[in-house]
DNA sequence: CCTTGAGATATGTGATCACACATCTCACAG
DNA sequence: CTGTGAGATGTGTGATCACATATCTCAAGG
């Protein structure tokens, strides 16, 4: 019985095997973990360290840390020191900045696309979910949430391209905004707010606002930007005395 | 004698050692050659051929590709091939939507800045400078002005991060605007175009109209936009028959 | 108890080697 | 003349080693 016997195919199981290098997991599994909040602003990282526990050798480490390092979320703190991107008042509101420009105009694109249920069932679906994390205090969750309500609004409304230059930015203050679990009663009021703001997006999108889109989705951006400085000058407070 | 002794130390010349790493040079190296056009768009590359032109080992060169990789100035379009980031009619629209957003918002920063003739005399130089560049026909000095140009204007209005952004989005249209280079009279009518619209934003950013700059901007950046979208529209029907 | 300095440790950087594999070259058979 | 296939060449990828040096440890001296 010959088995390549293409009449019984379709018996087969055979899935496409999985050509991506180790440095590309490598890179994904760093940058999901700085969206998760499993680094800290600031961290030093070890290349050794991080191929020890990725189990691979030093070198996959080394080309997605360099690519972290373009997309400007880690940096270089001295001559052979590598670190998270910390926090930096002024630095952190020009990205808060930027972010209201890019991802408003993405919320206006969202905005003015035509109606479509199923991307106002799944962006209520995503605050949903935050909203429940929230209530049962997992905070891991609600961060997801929000990052996957976020993304859903700009694919919808943003092409690829502006997908792909919000995802950097989010990229740098992603260890920002999760490093504020460390203050629970701030991260739970941060989200909470969100909730009620991310409710008038939907409600902005389903009846086409552009500018209400916007609006909503900046008050989003800015809101959490505030709380957030204030938790840094608090914790700067703290270890001044 | 003392040779360290503070009160002669005026006398010394020692100036900062350079401490740079190899990579880095070999990275700045090819961003700014991928800025000056020197690349072709989908053009292959090859980490030991830049070694050995750079007089290097592939290693730095490796670091170097693996932050334009992120950056998506280069792009792997096969198991084991680079290749500059080609030429593709929708994605490069797009680009240029997001540019229109990120690089007319720096202009309208720079026009609301207060007033500085020392910028828009800067400015009136680059716009200068390209002009006699194109009398000579010196495509290389036009399009450096050209960039000095832009830069200049988005270093006054924007903050670090806004640039920096720009930067990377000029890194992937870069080659290939310069490309068109390859039709000289095209190439000559989008820069003596740009010379007019230029003067129109340092117009606008002199009287400190914002929305007047940020159209001055978005103009240049659209028409010169259109103009190439043509060239590669001719040129492949060129090489359709 | 505090300061200092030498040794140990850990770091990124660069070079070199091994490997799997895609592509190209070119002689040979049809 | 055309198509084919084997060998040569070149590719990115990953591992390993060597090196200079920043940082830490901890004991000796003040």
Redesign the pocket.
Known sequence: MNTFDPTIRSQRTLVPVDVS???DRVYQSLRLGLLKGEFLPGEQ?????LAEVFG?????V??AVARLIAERAIE?S?????RVAPYLASDHENYIRVRMQLEGYAAERAASAPKNPALTDALRRHNDSIQEALEVRDFDAALAGNQAFHFELYRAGGYPQLLDIISTLWLRTGPIVASARKDEGLFYRIFNNGVQIHSNAIEAISQRDRAAARHAINLDIRSSHLSIRRFYQRASAESGH
């Open positions: 290098t180790v440095q990282v070890s290349i050794r360290a691979t050798s030093p070198m996959p080394r080309e270089q001295g001559p052979r020191t590598l």
